[in-house]
């Protein structure tokens, strides 16, 4: 069974019209890439950790950003904002 991601404003809409208050179901290795898109790896940095292709990370990442309606940028920065880490700068 998949485990979800909380979206964070109340007002955006996901691309299938889910309420952004609402959990989107992610795969265990789809939370993995998130994790490590949370870290500020790139794609190649993640391959080479989780020991898989740079196309299976590539389609991991895509599913990511299309299930959370979301830029990897804005992806990134929500995924640290939710462990805690501070930005610099």
């Known amino acids: 069974m ?3 991601v909380m979206l964070g404003c109340p007002r955006q ?3 299938a ?3 952004a208050k609402q959990v989107v179901p992610l795969t ?3 939370r993995d890439v998130l994790a490590l ?3 500020g790896l790139r794609n190649q ?3 080479a950790e989780l020991t898989v292709s740079l196309k ?3 389609f991991h990442v895509a599913n990511i950003l299309h299930k959370l309606g ?3 940028t804005e992806v990134v920065r929500m995924t640290a904002e939710a462990a805690g880490v501070e930005r610099v700068g």
């Open 17 to 19: 019209g889910l309420d």
């Open 2 to 4: 998949a485990a979800g």
């Open 56 to 58: 299976t990370v590539e």
């Open 28 to 30: 265990r290795r789809e």
């Open 45 to 47: 940095e993640m391959a």
């Open 13 to 15: 809409r996901t691309p």
């Open 37 to 39: 898109l949370g870290r």
């Open 70 to 72: 979301r830029s990897r």
